[in-house]
């Protein structure tokens, strides 16, 4: 199964843009990522997810790097309740998602 | 509001005993799946279903087993609960054509 790496935290400034990186060197030519985010111990969160290009919703913006090996979620004006752990997630080989531990996000004012 | 919807809220029971948590998919998803968290840890899938059918496993205990119905609800039984059993449990779902899945709000299990 392939697997993410990330940060287990950052910091970021209200306003400013957070930009989370995660590495999925091991990712096949065929997954996506995706991206969730849980809040205290809310159910986790979609924000949103990617092949090879870059997207974006109303919510954040995914980089993707051309190799695949990588991607950034990008907030773009960060909030207090953006504070979150935020998640980079590939399918297993059964289908469901596999979550590490996630980069603990704290938006500070 | 991810419309998948879970009950319980809440749960506490003693050990040894059996519980049933509920999950309803969002509206025409076929696939349910159940994770579980336990403090400070991370999401742990238990299993999936995909329109009645084992689809998937995962670290599911046992004691633990879990079901789909025809109307797409599903339903994980646990029992012989013990203290560490005590954790978030997370359903859900997603359906043909799309990819993602939506989570429901958990039931938070606690056994004494």
């Known amino acids: 199964d392939a697997k993410t790496t990330q940060p287990p935290s950052m910091d970021c400034a209200e306003g400013r843009a957070a930009n989370l990186p995660c590495n999925h060197s091991?990712?096949?030519?065929?997954?996506?990522v995706y991206w969730y985010r849980q809040i205290h111990s809310q159910g986790p969160q979609y924000i949103i997810h990617?092949?090879?290009n870059n997207e974006t919703n109303e919510m954040a913006s995914l980089i993707i790097t051309e190799d695949r090996k990588s991607s950034t979620l990008i907030l773009p004006h960060a909030t207090l309740r953006d504070t979150a752990v935020y998640y980079c997630?590939?399918?297993?080989?059964?289908?469901?998602?596999?979550f590490g531990k996630g980069t603990k996000l704290s938006v500070k004012p | 509001d991810s419309g998948v919807t879970q009950t319980p809220k809440h749960l506490i029971t003693a050990t040894g005993q059996r519980v049933t948590l509920r999950c309803s998919p969002r509206?025409?998803?076929?696939?349910v799946y159940w994770y579980q968290q336990s403090l400070d840890q991370g999401l742990q899938f238990l299993i999936q279903?995909?329109?009645?059918?084992?689809?998937a496993k995962g670290n599911i205990l046992e004691r633990f087993s879990a079901q789909q119905f025809p109307d797409l609800h599903s339903e994980l039984n646990l029992s012989s609960l013990e203290l560490g059993d005590s954790a978030l449990y997370f359903c859900?779902?997603?359906?043909?054509?799309?990819?993602?899945?939506?989570f429901g709000q958990g039931t938070r299990l606690t056994v004494v």
């Open positions: 859900a779902s997603s359906g043909t054509g799309r990819t993602e899945a939506f």
């Open positions: 091991t990712i096949s030519g065929n997954e996506y």
């Open positions: 990617g092949l090879k």
């Open positions: 997630i590939v399918r297993g080989s059964q289908g469901n998602l596999i």
């Open positions: 509206s025409g998803d076929l696939s």
């Open positions: 279903y995909y329109n009645g059918e084992e689809r």
